[in-house]
């Protein structure tokens, strides 16, 4: 097993930077992976991708000195310990509502009897049974952080925040502005009151916050704020945004 830079360096002080890759071709993370950011994220939430893409993504990435996070679609047990067995080390879980909900997901990352997590070593991330250590270890080298992005999380946030396991938090402004009934509004100063809410439940369980902004302006007032991790762009916002530019050079064609 691995040790997990991005896990160490979330209490180091330093805020750390990642992309959003959504486009779930091998290629496009190894372009993502050698750019120079401090992690990345692989997408499988609102991305097409599957445990396959995110192996062939954890392989694009392994040559180059970045983190890798996944995002599996839910909390779905048996989806979390799929992706544990490819390799996936941080695992960034959405739409967590419940203290419940945020204990199961802790269980299904430990084995038995600290968690609910089927048991193998022959596995990618058991190095095919070759880590004689693997089922003891494997727990402290994973990295569980849980995205609060509704009304419901917002008002649980102070027992989610608390729960043994979790590792971190995100915060994610889209989803709890739509939920608030302020769809397409994450300004809106009572999103932004919702979000003060979260990051004064993580500061008092001392759990690292993280989130997410495509504005460099707004990813640096999150990091001057004490954010320990901030998604600074998605790769498939990025694409199109510089086809766009480079079509409207040439409006005569």
């Known amino acids: 097993m691995r040790d997990n830079a991005f896990a160490v360096s979330l209490n180091g002080g330093a805020g750390q930077i990642g992309i959003w890759c959504n486009l779930s071709d091998p290629i496009a993370v190894e372009i993502a992976a050698s750019a120079g950011f401090d992690w990345l994220l692989l997408d499988t939430e609102h991305a097409p991708a599957d445990p396959i893409t995110v192996v062939h993504g954890l392989q694009a990435a392994a040559a180059h000195p970045v983190s890798v996070l996944v995002r599996p679609p839910n909390g779905d047990v048996a989806i979390i310990k799929r992706l544990l067995d490819v390799g996936a080390q941080n695992l960034l879980i959405p739409m967590v509502e419940s203290v419940q ?13 600290h968690g609910i997590r089927g048991v193998s070593s022959q596995t990618r991330a058991g190095n095919w049974g070759r880590d004689a250590g693997y089922l003891s270890n494997a727990r402290d080298g ?28 995100f915060v994610g402004t889209a989803d709890l502005a739509a939920s608030m009934g302020l769809l397409g509004q994450p300004k809106h100063p009572d999103v932004l009151a919702a979000v003060d809410t979260v ?44 086809l766009d530019s480079l079509r409207a050079r040439f409006p005569a064609a």
């Not at 909900?101 to 009897?113: G, M, S, Y």
């Not at 500061?203 to 704020?225: M, N």
Request: proline share 4%; charged share 15%.
């Open 101 to 113: 909900q945020a204990r199961e997901i802790a269980a299904a990352v430990a084995f038995p009897p």
């Open 142 to 169: 994973i990295c569980v952080i849980v995205q609060i992005e509704s009304v419901a999380g917002v008002a649980a946030i102070a027992d989610i925040a608390a729960v043994d396991g979790v590792d971190a938090l």
């Open 199 to 242: 990051v004064a439940a993580a500061a008092a369980a001392g759990k690292p916050i993280g989130g997410l902004t495509r504005h460099v302006e707004d990813a640096q007032a999150l990091l001057d704020r004490g954010f320990a991790f901030v998604g600074v762009g998605t790769d498939t916002a990025i694409f199109a945004t510089a």
